[in-house]
């Protein structure tokens, strides 16, 4: 990449596909960032540059390049496949710049206990690093699978009262759909991932909870 094509790129602004960084003081939580986009359609992250827009640079990007490079491959799981290019700024300074792909082994988490390989993962949603439910963890897990447990579902009563719902209300969350069904929170759930990796409905992530909306044709 070139300076020109750097700044082309930053002028786009943060999105879906693409995050600023300005520095690596915590390499911890830029790994959400990474991590995210990876359990979506990949993306561009970039460290050097502030969140306005201004590319300030790294002073040492060689150090910069070890540290997070050593924390991906130390938090993330299952790996994260990137490729990582450095555009020169100035004599002094250089962008990082990491091209993370999109994981064929959903869901990548970050994790915060490494002895016990605990942690968390997140899904890139706009310019929001988002923090998955048990629901988006398990279509992320199975969906584009050949086989899976939440393959086929008939069309019951519950169904019908979903159909019914969503084409006058438009979305719908998990618990809303228990209390109209009239079934176990965690039933609900179950039916309503069935119903994404069928589908027949969609799942739509925002910062206060998932939703689940009418499948467009």
């Given at each position: 990449?070139?300076?020109?094509?750097?700044?082309?790129?930053?002028?786009?602004?943060?999105?879906?596909?693409?995050?600023?960084?300005?520095?690596?003081?915590?390499?911890?939580?830029?790994?959400?960032?990474?991590?995210?986009?990876?359990?979506?359609?990949?993306?561009?992250l970039l460290i050097g540059v502030a969140d306005n827009g201004h590319i300030a640079g790294l002073k040492h990007p060689e150090d910069d390049e070890y540290v997070m490079t050593e924390y991906i491959a130390?938090?993330?799981?299952?790996?994260?496949?990137?490729?990582?290019?450095?555009?020169?700024?100035?004599?002094?300074?250089?962008?990082?710049?990491?091209?993370?792909?999109?994981?064929?082994?959903?869901?990548?988490?970050?994790?915060?206990?490494?002895?016990?390989?605990?942690?968390?993962?997140?899904?890139?949603?706009?310019?929001?690093?988002?923090?998955?439910?048990?629901?988006?963890?398990?279509?992320?897990?199975?969906?584009?699978?050949?086989?899976?447990?939440?393959?086929?579902?008939?069309?019951g009563e519950n169904e019908r009262k979903l159909v019914q719902y969503l084409e006058k209300n438009t979305k719908i969350t998990t618990e809303k759909f228990a209390e109209l069904a009239d079934i176990p929170?965690?039933?609900?759930?179950?039916?309503?991932?069935?119903?994404?990796?069928?589908?027949?409905?969609?799942?739509?992530?925002?910062?206060?909870?998932?939703?689940?909306?009418?499948?467009?044709?």
């Amino acid at each position: 990449m070139t300076l020109r094509e750097l700044r082309r790129l930053v002028r786009q602004g943060e999105g879906q596909q693409l995050e600023f960084k300005k520095k690596t003081i915590y390499p911890f939580k830029i790994l959400k960032e990474i991590v995210a986009m990876a359990n979506a359609q990949g993306g561009i992250l970039l460290i050097g540059v502030a969140d306005n827009g201004h590319i300030a640079g790294l002073k040492h990007p060689e150090d910069d390049e070890y540290v997070m490079t050593e924390y991906i491959a130390k938090y993330c799981r299952p790996a994260v496949q990137y490729e990582l290019e450095k555009v020169t700024i100035t004599t002094e300074r250089a962008v990082l710049v990491f091209y993370i792909r999109e994981s064929k082994q959903k869901p990548i988490f970050r994790l915060y206990d490494l002895k016990k390989k605990i942690g968390k993962a997140y899904l890139r949603v706009a310019d929001k690093s988002l923090q998955t439910s048990r629901e988006v963890r398990k279509i992320l897990k199975f969906s584009g699978k050949e086989t899976s447990p939440y393959q086929g579902f008939s069309y019951g009563e519950n169904e019908r009262k979903l159909v019914q719902y969503l084409e006058k209300n438009t979305k719908i969350t998990t618990e809303k759909f228990a209390e109209l069904a009239d079934i176990p929170t965690k039933e609900a759930a179950e039916l309503l991932v069935r119903l994404t990796l069928c589908n027949l409905i969609a799942l739509q992530p925002e910062e206060h909870g998932d939703f689940f909306v009418m499948k467009e044709q």
